[in-house]
Structure formats: C-alpha cells, structure tokens
C-alpha cells in the first residue's frame, strides 16, 4: 500500500503544531510505522531544537531550493524514540539567514517548490517503504503552507478556542481546504480542562464545533502543565508513556490514519 502525506496547520501561530506533529510521528514510529517528518516552517524552524538534531549540512531549503537529492536531508532517529519503525526527520535551516532568504521568495520559487513538494511522493515513497510523510508547516495563509497542504493527502488544522482563531480557521478551511478538496479534520487544543469535565461537556462541546467548522473534529485536547512544563525538551509521548497526553494522542493517531484512508465524500458526509 502506498503511503500518505499528513500536513499539520493551523491559522494562528503556537497552537501546537510542533507538539503534536513530533508527537504523532513519535507514536506511529512507536506502532512500528515508518515517518518522514518534514519542518516546513521555515520562518519559525523548530524540528531540529524537538529532537535535539544538529544539521547534516543538507537543509529541507536545499531540496525546495533544488540545489539537493531529498535523501541527503533526510535525518534517521531511530535510536532515540525506543519504537520499532522508522524515523527520519528533513530540518529546516534555523539560520536568521536562511528564514530571511525563505520569506523572500517569490511566487514563481513557490511554484517550482510546489512541485518538488509533489515529487517527494514518488522518490520516498518507492526508495524506503513510508507509511507516512508528516508536514509540520507555519501557520496562515501563506505561498509555502498552501503547499503544504496542496501537496498533502489529508489536512489536520489546530486550532484553539479562541475567538479569533475559531473564526479564521473556519473562514480558512472553508475558502481554502474546500477549493483543494482536501481530506481536513480538527483538533481543538490547549483547551481548559474545566470546559469538558464531563463526558456530556465533552460532548456538547465536539458537537459544537462540528456545526461550527462542518468538518470532523479529530479530538479535543486539554492544556497539560506538564506538557508546557517540558517545554518541548524531550519527546513527550516518548518519555512519559503513563501521562493522559500520551493515551489522548494514541487517539488521535489512531483518527487520523482513519481520516487518511478514507474517501473525500466519507469525510464529508459524516462531518
Ligand atoms: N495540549 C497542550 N498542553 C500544554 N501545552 C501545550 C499543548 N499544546 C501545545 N502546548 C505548548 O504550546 C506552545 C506552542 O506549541 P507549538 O507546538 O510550538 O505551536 P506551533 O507549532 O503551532 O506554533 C509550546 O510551548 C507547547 O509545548
Ligand atoms: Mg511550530
């Protein structure tokens, strides 16, 4: 079976795309999946400070630049996350530089990067048997994370409970996610824990967003003090294997390769 691209995004900034992309990979490689986690934000890298990764000298901005094979960015971590699959990271270049030089491009470099995007398809997936590729992505609307999304098979968008940002990622998925035909699911987090105390909370609260974004909500995910405590030092999943974070995202895996095999229609119908 062909594996799949997940991109994480979001509308605002610091919802938790970082997190939980390391985490998701972490706990699919755990499951004896093989990943490739890609850090596309290049405005704000941060893959490479979440596994404590020194570069190899071969940035994912070398590859979309078309200056590099992707197989030389590709970072192996196997012996770190305790899992039976594989895990490989692609960083972007942390320089001040390098992220003034990515927010610089042009549309034309997006294009041609869109279609090296698109070619990681065929090139990974046929060299190393992946079963999923892993997009963390910077939030908003720009060139480099529509991309990222046009690129992807299924869209997971993070978002909090904040007005501002409930409102701009509906706005978002509905102009947007909608035009591609992109397979999406939600994830509300950092949410208060005292809003779903209860199982029926929970419930009113999931039902709510579903009519809200008209889309499947993936899960809800409270604001653990000792996730922010960690304050992404060490993979959390990893390293605390007893903690609800980690049952809540064995969830959430578990939902999100569901949302990747099925069809467009399905997810739609049943959101
Ligand atoms: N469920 C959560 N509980 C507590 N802290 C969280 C949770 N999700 C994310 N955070 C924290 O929020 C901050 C921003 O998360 P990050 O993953 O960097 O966001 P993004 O990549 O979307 O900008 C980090 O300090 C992270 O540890
Ligand atoms: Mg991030």
Redesign the pocket.
Known sequence: MMGNIIAVH?YK??????????NLASTYAKRGRNICLFDL?FR?P?LHAAFKAEGNGYWLNDYLNGTCDIKKVLIELNPRIKGSGRLFVGLANPATEAIREMSAKDRKWEMRALGRLLSLKTSLFNDIHLDHIIF?TS?GLQYSSINAIVSADVAVV?SSLDASDIKGTQRMTHELYDLFEKKTGIIL???LAGIMSTPSKKKALLEKLRVIHNLPIIDI????????E???TYVFTVERPEHP?TAILNEVATKVENLTSSSFQQVHATA
Request: negative net charge; charged residues 15%.
């Open positions: 979001s900034g610091g919802t938790g795309k970082t997190l939980l992309s390391v934000d704000a941060s963390d939030p993070v987090n950092k949410v995910i409270p604001c653990f003090c000792e996730v922010l960690a304050g992404g974070f």
